[in-house]
């Protein structure tokens, strides 16, 4: 008589008929148009930092068909450096070659999208349909992605790697197994956080290992026997498909470096996450009301998981993503495991249809975008709102003496704006080093005299923020000169 | 088999608890002892000071007396019953009793933390790990002040709580005016405790809507404690807490705290968690085994996932507000660990006694061998504030008006009472406009020149690496006439 009950209750939370399904679709569009759309308004992606030393690196990697292995476009040209995101850099270069600054839009809804849907099928999709939307809504809002960067397809590679290990534990279906070494050469090649997968599918294997070593806790398809010869050939897999790249091994080396790095002490987005907006607290939320549901329904991977991604991503603001992630798979996982488990089961044409309305949803959106998007000036126009556009032209028609100094928050631009100028600092904090960016960092904030700094020292021309204290610093030195000075930007030269 | 019941005897043994709290005792005073952050603490000194106007004019204030810039501007000493107790202390036993006043504090948190969860659990040894993780986790994130007073009585409010919804009786419960009536003189925070109680009246509402609605019937508690009583002991509490010699005005400097935004972006202790130290992710883990606890019970209630929710938005915000979440994090803990068969009320007086005595000997010894005394205080002080700098004004008999920065304001008031100071700790007199005008000038992003308070002061005392003491070396309008490895003096020429 239960069984019949708990049958009926599980029917009842399938949408009955076309309308319904109709309804589900177009609810889903309407989301991912939303996610896709609301962070680009303002056309966001153009403003930020970061996206621009990756496309001069990118188009540096078509230019000469190879990867750099030096400090390019800066004035260390011989420190070591490792482009951990090659990849990502080499398909900004190549859309951008095709569509002008449009792609940078374009790439980030496409990045949006992909990740809506990549969490929405990981909150178990069509098959809980509001629980899946509802939780892609949350994460949607907690991952705040400003600008086409590879973490956000790092953070699209990871929900896809959960969603299958997750499925893989409730199956045992080993081919699933199969596509995880693939992922990690795609990732490997994108974002130095491939690290995070291997720890996570190393977690999992752990947990199956113990498991099927001693039969208790959980029975689940991962713990079957047999089961840890599909773990070990995963996990060495995986390890070995990272090395995939130009850099070989040495994107391992370069991903324990950043690890190791100070920069966690000094850079904004390295810092831990401030607990000053609003997705900071439901990001919070998220995750309690995961352990919450974990001490209802227990499970010691879930337990893991989730003690292991909290630290990561409460610490890093970067890589809040992570955690973001697991708490959606582990309260689908829980939701999943405490109901009947013959919604699992449900049809797979029901997710087929929610992965072509996010592909539908891309297209429109692309194919729009790259219409409205066409006039390369407006695009210019809206990053000399906030890159110094007219100053870098005025260094430029000028033919002002190089070495040049620069802010740090503008060096990336320039590598891209003013190649002729290798700047003095930029975004690329592994590059530099440690003593470097402090070195800048203390005159920026007025602890040291400029002069301290010998990048400043050696410069003859000067690229500093319009009213900041820096700026103050160069018009209080007699033997400077300014040359330009719009509301963005000054520039001055040496006069000795 | 044998041994575990050997081993279970002997951790049973009374001598044996006792020895165990009498080393977590000494453990905690000896960091607090070697660390001497009771004379650190910036705005302590502006505390003292306030006390001894209050004993002195037998009056509270009600304007920002000890300051130049804030003397025409309204202000109340919120924690006037703590200040009068702290400038007691001193006047009994000088700069010792000031720092025994914050020993005492550290040790009464911690007690009172552990006997909380004793009551609650009935087990010892699992209420002395929750206890050392939870101080380990937020005590000496702040240091001792009137805040201990909240963190002590906001303790005591959530056990007695949660001792009423467990034996089903709101006797417990008619202490909490009494409580609120004593809080509300001692620390503004006190609004945590009223929210306490209130939400516990909201969740009693709720639960009883979602029952009558035939709402999660199966999953939720039976409710034992009446609505009425309840919100009788929140009205209470409320009315308790207007009385006072300032009266429900206690509330329109809430409001004003709740609107302040700036302090939230440079004040140390109002900064989030950075999780670069392991107390951080104590309290972190602590809230999710809070949490992961509170889904293991087989009936839930409404208030404590909503008081644990509450608590974490509120307390990861800011490192001061740590212990709101680890409090009722650890009581849900220990709630769920709870051992039924205890005997839990019974700690005899003189076990207690003591244990008292058995403590002050402890600490006794070691703050004899720790430099806890006059000289080693003075000799902590000296490394921290310009105790020369301003030896040095008082024997040159340098004039004012005085410009200092916010740091070291509370310090001055203190030692320095002959010059008024520009501004100090107190974020509520000044305001967000003034303080951030104030830092500005002092990290020098706005020019010194145009700052009117600069303008009309003679004598100028800053922290020797601040980036204002840069500009005021260059500037012909001012001398330097003393420095030192922590200060400089600047006279207007």
Redesign the interface.
């Known amino acids: 008589m239960s069984r019949v009950t708990k049958s009926a209750r599980g029917q009842q939370e399938q949408p009955h008929g076309a309308a319904a399904r109709t309804a589900h679709i177009a609810m889903l569009a309407a989301f991912f148009l939303v996610a896709g759309v609301l962070g680009e308004l303002h056309l966001q992606s153009l403003t930020q930092t970061d996206v621009w030393w990756h496309l001069r690196t990118g188009l540096w990697v078509l230019q000469n068909h190879s990867v750099p292995h030096a400090g390019v476009f800066s004035q260390y040209p011989s420190l070591p450096w490792v482009d951990s995101n090659w990849g990502f850099d080499l398909m900004l270069a190549d859309g951008f070659r095709w569509l002008g600054l449009a792609f940078f839009p374009l790439l980030a809804i496409a990045i949006r999208v992909l990740l809506a849907g990549a969490v929405f099928v990981l909150a178990s999709g069509m098959r809980r349909f509001w629980t899946a939307l509802l939780l892609a809504i949350c994460a949607q809002l907690t991952f705040a992605f400003q600008q086409p960067q590879p973490a956000g397809c790092a953070a699209c590679l990871f929900a896809i790697l959960l969603a299958v290990l997750f499925q893989y534990r409730r199956s045992g279906n080993a081919r699933l197994l199969l596509a995880v070494p693939l992922l990690f050469v795609l990732w490997a090649s994108l974002d130095v956080t491939f690290v995070y997968g291997i720890c996570v599918l190393l977690l999992f294997a752990a947990v199956g290992l113990v498991q099927e070593r001693f039969r208790g806790g959980e029975q689940d398809g991962a713990s079957r026997r047999g089961a840890s010869t599909s773990w070990l050939a995963a996990c060495c897999g995986s390890i070995v498909a990272c090395m995939a790249s130009p850099y070989h091994y040495h994107a391992w080396g370069a991903a324990l470096h950043s690890m190791a790095s100070g920069a ?2 000094y850079v904004g987005e390295l ?6 907006q609003v997705q ?2 439901l990001l ?2 998220l ?3 995961a ?6 329904r ?1 499970s010691f991977i879930s ?1 893991a998981l ?2 292991a991604a ?2 990561v991503s ?2 890093i603001q970067r890589d809040r993503w992570v955690v973001v992630i697991v708490s959606v798979a582990v309260i689908a996982d829980a939701l999943a495991n405490g109901r009947a488990k013959g919604n699992l089961n449900a049809p797979p044409g029901r997710m087929r249809e929610a992965l072509w309305a996010a592909a539908g949803v891309l297209a429109v959106l692309v194919g729009s975008g790259a219409y409205l998007l066409r006039d390369q000036d407006a695009l210019l126009s809206r990053v000399a709102g906030q890159f110094p556009v007219r100053a870098a032209d005025c260094l430029r028609s000028n033919h002002l003496p190089a070495p040049l100094f620069n802010e740090y928050q503008w060096g990336s631009f320039l590598t891209w704006y003013l190649p002729e100028f290798p700047v003095s600092i930029d975004s690329r904090v592994d590059l530099y080093g440690d003593e470097t960016n402090l070195t800048y960092l203390a005159v920026m ?3 040291i005299s400029p002069d301290s700094d010998p990048s400043f020292a050696r410069a003859r021309t000067f690229l500093v923020r319009h009213g900041s ?1 820096l700026e ?1 610093a160069v018009l209080n030195q007699p033997w400077l000169r300014v040359v330009y000075r719009d509301e963005i930007a000054t520039v001055a030269v040496r006069t000795e | 088999m044998t041994m575990v019941k050997e081993l279970r005897g002997v951790l049973r043994l009374p001598l044996l608890q006792f020895l165990v709290l009498l080393l977590l005792i000494a453990i905690l005073a000896g960091i607090a002892c070697s660390q001497k952050q009771c004379v650190l603490d910036p705005d302590i000194w502006w505390h003292l000071r306030v006390g001894d106007w209050i004993l002195q004019h037998h009056a509270v204030p009600h304007n920002g007396i000890l300051s130049r810039t804030g003397s025409d501007r309204p202000w109340i000493a919120y924690s006037w019953g703590y200040e009068v107790l702290l400038a007691g202390a001193q006047a009994a036993t000088g700069l010792v009793g000031v720092a025994v006043f914050g020993l005492v504090l550290v040790l009464a948190v911690a007690f009172t933390l552990f006997e909380a969860l004793r009551r609650v659990s009935g087990r010892f040894w699992l209420s002395c790990g929750l206890a050392t993780t939870g101080c380990y986790a937020f005590l000496f994130n702040i240091m001792p002040r009137p805040v201990f007073f909240s963190i002590i009585l906001f303790t005591a409010v959530l056990a007695l709580i949660l001792k009423a919804e467990r034996s089903g009786r709101a006797q417990p419960l008619y202490w909490l005016p009494v409580i609120f009536l004593l809080w509300a003189n001692l620390h503004i925070q006190f609004v945590y405790g009223l929210f306490l109680v209130g939400l516990l009246v909201a969740a009693n509402l709720l639960q009883r809507l979602a029952t009558s609605a035939g709402i999660a019937q199966h999953r939720l508690a039976a409710l034992q404690l009446p609505f009425s009583r309840l919100f009788f002991v929140f009205a209470a509490c409320v009315v308790a807490t207007c009385i006072g010699p300032y009266g429900p005005t206690l509330y329109k400097v809430i409001y004003g705290y709740a609107a302040a935004s700036f302090t ?1 972006r440079v004040i140390h202790e109002l900064q ?5 130290s392991l107390r ?2 104590v309290q ?2 602590l ?3 809070a ?7 087989k009936k839930m209630d409404l208030f404590r ?1 909503l008081l ?2 509450a608590a ?2 509120v307390a ?2 800011t490192m001061r507000d740590s212990w709101f979440i680890v409090i009722p994090a650890v009581l849900c803990i220990a709630e769920s660990l709870r051992c039924e068969s205890a005997d839990v009320e019974g700690r005899s007086f003189l076990r207690t006694a003591g244990l008292a005595v058995a403590s002050g000997f402890v600490v006794l010894l070691l703050a004899l061998n720790l430099d806890f005394n006059a000289r080693g205080l003075t000799r902590t002080i000296s490394g921290q504030y310009p105790v020369r700098a301003v030896e040095f004004i008082r024997s040159a008999r340098l004039d004012g008006p005085l410009y200092n920065t916010l740091d070291w304001g509370g310090f001055l008031i203190w030692y320095l009472p002959e010059h008024p100071v520009a501004i100090d700790g107190r974020n509520d007199l000044y305001g967000d406009r003034l303080d951030f005008q104030f830092y500005q000038i002092q ?3 706005s ?1 010194h020149e145009a700052d009117d308070i600069l303008r009309g002061s003679r004598l100028v005392l800053l922290q020797r ?1 601040a ?1 204002l003491a ?1 500009e005021l070396n260059a500037d012909p309008h001012f001398q330097l006439v003393y420095r030192d490895e922590i200060a400089v003096v600047f006279a207007r020429r």
């Open positions: 966690y002490g810092h831990a996450i401030r607990f000053r900071d607290y919070l939320l995750v309690m009301c352990f919450y549901l974990l001490g209802r227990r337990v989730l003690a909290l630290p409460l610490a904030n007025g602890y204290s103050q | 939230y989030p968690l950075d999780f670069r951080h992710f972190l883990f809230t999710a085994a949490f992961y606890t509170l889904g293991s019970s996932p644990l929710t974490g938005l990861f915000r990290m020098g992003v020019p690496e980036p840069s």
